[in-house]
Structure formats: C-alpha cells, structure tokens
C-alpha cells in the first residue's frame, strides 16, 4: 500500500469515526435500536480502515492524526447537525489541533 493511500485511508477512518459519534448521539444512550446498530458497524470499519493505515504510517502519527482530524470532524457536525456552536476558546483549541496534526505528519516522520 502506498502512503497515498494510507491517507486516503486515512481519511476514510475518519469520516466513520465521525459517524459513529454522530451516530452515537443519536442512539440516546444506545435505546434506539437503529442509530445504536449504525454506531457499532461505523466504529468496527473506522478501526479497520485505521489497522490497514498503521501498515504505512506508524502507529502514534496515525492515531495522533485520526484523533484529532476526527475531532475537528465531529465539531462541524455538531454545528451543522446539533447545532452546537463553539465558542472562541474552542475554536482556538481546534485550531491548534489542526496545527498539531499538521506539525506531526510534515515535520514528525523524520
């Protein structure tokens, strides 16, 4: 596998990983059978996507940026769909999330 497609994958971990916490929102506390159902199948391929980018990419940087890509993620969700707005220490921190991912995949795989 190429790293091209290890980030491609990548990016596929995280667009599960998003569902399945907006998923798990919806599950109520998994009561509701078919947001529950859905939260387990996108968690199960979120983790498989990420075991085929850890034959790439070692183990830290992939979980360090499926983490924190997953994180900035899941926030425009919940603005979009929950319509839970950050304020702006939040989005300060978000911003340096994206600067840690940044730092840790251009600079830190030296």
Do not use: E, H, W
């Amino acid at each position: 596998m190429s790293l091209v497609s290890s980030y491609l994958f990548l990016g596929v971990a995280v667009f599960f990983g998003v569902t399945s916490n907006s998923f798990a929102k919806s599950a109520d506390g998994f009561t509701l059978l078919v947001p529950s159902i859905i939260t387990a199948i996108t968690i199960v391929l979120c983790m498989y996507a990420l075991s085929l980018v850890m034959k790439n990419i070692p183990m830290g940087i992939t979980y360090a940026s499926f983490a924190g890509l997953t994180i900035v993620a899941t926030v425009v969700v919940g603005v979009i769909r929950f319509n839970q707005v950050p304020n702006l220490y939040s989005l300060i921190g978000l911003a340096f999330i994206i600067i840690g991912v940044l730092m840790v995949n251009l600079l830190g795989n030296n």
